[in-house]
C-alpha cells in the first residue's frame, strides 16, 4: 500500500482481556515506531524497531506491553490484562531508515470498559 | 518532566491572518525538530522540520524560527486558511530518531 496501514482502526475490549494491533508498514522502511496518543496530548513514544529487532523499548509502560516484528516489515503490539488506563490511540510510524521521515499511519483507537 | 513545551494550547485567528505556534525544549541533544499537522481521526503528518544549524526555515506558508541559545522554537502560518484548521504538534528529536512531541495546538480559522 502508499502509506502505513493500521487494524484494526478501532478495538473495544472489557477489562483485563488481551489485545494486539497490527502495523504494516510502508514497504520498504526499515525503521518502525509505535507510539500512544492519549487524548488531549501529544503522542508518547513506546517503542522502535530497526529491522527485526527491538533498538529502544524504553516507552513500554511496563510488562504488559510487548511488540514483536518478525520479518522486519509487519509489527503487532500486544497487551496483557487490559486496564482502563490503557484506553488511547495507538500510532505507528515507519520510515526508510532511522534519520528520514516518519510516515505515520491513522492508528488504533483502543477503548478498554 | 515534560521535555517539550508547547503554546498556546488552542489558537483562533481569521482567515488570511498569521498563526503562531510556539515550543521550548529542555534536551541541548536534540537537533531535529519538526512540526506535524494531525486532523481528526488521522495520524500526525509531518509539516516541516528544520536542524539547528539554521535559523529559519520557510515552505510555502509555513516557517519554522529556530533560537538554539533561547531552546526555543516556532511554527508561522502566513495567510493561514480555513483548511488549515487541524491541531499541530511540534517535535523534538536525536538525529530524526524517536520523537519527544509537544501536546498540541488547536488551530481554528475562521472564514
Known amino acids: 500500500g502508499a502509506g502505513v496501514s493500521q487494524t484494526p482502526s478501532n478495538k473495544v475490549t472489557e477489562k483485563g482481556k488481551y489485545v494486539e494491533l497490527r502495523c504494516d508498514p510502508i514497504s520498504g522502511h526499515t525503521a518502525l515506531y509505535w507510539y500512544r496518543q492519549s487524548l488531549g496530548q501529544g503522542p508518547e513514544f513506546l517503542i522502535y524497531f530497526q529491522g527485526t529487532g527491538a533498538a529502544d523499548d524504553s516507552g513500554l509502560p511496563n510488562d504488559r506491553f510487548f511488540a514483536v516484528r518478525p520479518e522486519g516489515s509487519v509489527s503487532t503490539l500486544k497487551i496483557q490484562r487490559t486496564e482502563r488506563g490503557d484506553s488511547a490511540v495507538y500510532l505507528c510510524?515507519?520510515?526508510?531508515?532511522?534519520?528520514?521521515?516518519?510516515?505515520f499511519g491513522q492508528g488504533t483507537r483502543l477503548t478498554v470498559v | 518532566q515534560q521535555q517539550v513545551k508547547q503554546s498556546p494550547q488552542s489558537l483562533i485567528v481569521q482567515k488570511g491572518g498569521i498563526s503562531i505556534i510556539n515550543c521550548a525544549y529542555e534536551n541541548t541533544a536534540f537537533d531535529y525538530f519538526p512540526w506535524y499537522q494531525q486532523f481528526p481521526g488521522k495520524g500526525p503528518a509531518l509539516l516541516i522540520a528544520?536542524?539547528?544549524?539554521?535559523s529559519e526555515k520557510k515552505e510555502g506558508r509555513f516557517t519554522i524560527s529556530f533560537n538554539k541559545s533561547a531552546k526555543q522554537f516556532s511554527l508561522h502560518i502566513m495567510d493561514s486558511q480555513p483548511g488549515d484548521s487541524a491541531t499541530y504538534f511540534c517535535?523534538?528529536?536525536?538525529?530524526?530518531?524517536?520523537?519527544?512531541f509537544g501536546d498540541g495546538t488547536t488551530l481554528t480559522v475562521k472564514p
Open positions: 517535535a523534538a528529536s536525536v538525529n530524526a530518531g524517536k520523537s519527544t
Open positions: 510510524a515507519s520510515s526508510q531508515t532511522r534519520v528520514t521521515e516518519a510516515f
Open positions: 528544520i536542524r539547528p544549524d539554521v
